[in-house]
Each structure stands twice: as structure tokens, then as C-alpha cells.
């Protein structure tokens, strides 16, 4: 099993619609969580920690669900400029080494 | 303010050679992160040096090799080319070398070996 999981996707929405990413990973001492967002032939960009209580900014929410092992990215209204790839980063207690899961691609088409 | 700044961007190798790619941090960052990421995939973790010291090492072979610089700024050396080596190679810094802090990445070099 790898480490961190993601669906490749691509998921395919509609403007406005609600979409919704899940990330696993193995490593149950992991300890701190993050989104990357990356367009294409770009660098990745912090979208937004994921802390244990949840965490909101505008139409994004992210998830932490630790007895199952997994978070989650929930877009609200998606918009055009949303189309990018989702990196799910995982760290575990103490690692320098950060792991990232191989991202989930996101469309939204008119 | 200068974000991370990488170079070469674009670098084309044969087979066997050697390459030196280069990564100057955000100004006040003192770790720098490498990371190799192949079409498809997510960035793969290489090393991290924080105040010069290698605080964590990927799974690559012994061809791959980094220092850091009194200035914070960083080499990344890849000896020995193979093909599977083609990717674009990313340098992240960050303020401390933890990783629950957020890292800013470089625009990366795509190297690519022929």
C-alpha cells in the first residue's frame, strides 16, 4: 500500500457544482496535513493546512479524519479557474521528509 | 519580494553525464527541500538541508548528492545520467526545517535526458 493515496481522477464538474477529494494514508503517527493546488507545468502552491478540527477558507474545506486515516478537500461553486491538480501532502511526527500523494485532477468546464 | 528562484529552467543531458541544478531560497529561509516529479505524479522527496546540515534523505540512489550554502541557497548534483532521470526537479523552502510548515516551491528545472 503506498504511503499517501489519491484518486488520479480526472473529475469532471460543472461551474458551480460541489466536488469533493479524499486523500489516504498509511502512516497512523502522521502529523501534519496539507493541500498543494498545481496548475499545469507549474510549481506547486499551498492551497491550505488541514488541521484536526477542520478547517474553512471561503468555498474550500478540508478534513482531517484520523481514525480512518484520511482528508479531504471539499470545493463549494466551483469555478473555471478551480481546473488545477490537488496534492495531498503528509508529514509524519518529527519527519523532515514530507510525502506527497500523485494528485487528483480537477476540470470544470462551462 | 524574490519567490524561490531555480535554475537552469530547461536542460537537455545525454546519457552518463552529470548535472548541477541550482535553488536560491525565499530571503529568511533557511531550509531548502528538493524534489524530483515525474509527468503523472506527485513530487518525490530527494533531500532537505537545513543550516547546511542534511536533516532528510529519499529513497534515490547514491548518484543523487546536495549541499547548501552558507547563504541558505543549495546544489543539486545528479551524477552517472540514466533516462529514467527526466522529470522537472522542484526546490521548496521554508523557514525552518520541520515539516509542518509550509513550504514554497520553485518554478523547477526540467531536465531531460536523452
Known amino acids: 500500500r503506498k504511503e499517501v493515496e489519491q484518486d488520479p481522477g480526472p473529475f469532471n464538474v460543472p461551474e458551480g457544482a460541489t466536488v469533493a477529494f479524499n486523500c489516504t494514508y498509511s502512516?497512523?503517527?502522521?502529523?501534519?496535513f496539507f493541500w498543494y493546488r498545481q496548475d499545469c507545468r507549474k510549481e506547486p502552491k499551498l492551497l491550505m493546512s488541514?488541521?484536526?478540527s477542520g478547517n474553512e477558507d471561503g468555498r474550500f474545506t478540508a478534513q482531517l479524519n484520523r481514525a480512518s486515516q484520511y482528508i479531504s478537500l471539499l470545493i463549494r461553486d466551483s469555478k473555471l479557474s478551480d481546473s488545477a491538480t490537488y496534492l495531498c501532502?503528509?508529514?509524519?511526527?518529527?519527519?523532515?521528509?514530507?510525502?506527497f500523494g500523485r494528485g487528483t485532477s480537477l476540470i470544470v468546464h462551462p | 519580494d524574490a519567490g524561490v528562484t531555480q535554475s537552469p529552467t530547461h536542460l537537455i543531458k545525454t546519457r552518463g553525464q552529470q548535472v548541477t541544478l541550482r535553488c536560491s531560497p525565499i530571503?529568511?529561509?533557511?531550509?531548502v527541500s528538493w524534489y524530483q516529479q515525474v509527468l503523472g505524479q506527485g513530487p518525490q522527496f530527494i533531500f532537505q538541508?537545513?543550516?547546511?546540515?542534511?536533516?532528510g534523505r529519499g529513497n534515490f540512489p547514491d548518484r543523487f548528492s546536495a549541499r547548501q550554502f552558507p547563504n541558505y541557497s543549495s546544489e543539486l548534483n545528479v551524477n552517472a545520467l540514466l533516462l529514467g532521470d527526466s522529470a522537472l526537479y522542484l526546490c521548496?523552502?521554508?523557514?525552518?526545517?520541520?515539516?509542518?510548515?509550509?513550504?514554497?516551491f520553485g518554478q523547477g528545472t526540467r531536465l531531460t535526458v536523452v
Open positions: 521548496a523552502s521554508s523557514l525552518v526545517g520541520q515539516g509542518g510548515t509550509e513550504a514554497f
Open positions: 502512516n497512523s503517527a502522521s502529523q501534519s
Open positions: 488541514v488541521y484536526s
Open positions: 501532502v503528509v508529514n509524519g511526527r518529527g519527519s523532515y521528509i514530507p510525502t
Open positions: 530571503s529568511g529561509h533557511k531550509s
Open positions: 538541508y537545513y543550516e547546511k546540515e542534511e536533516r
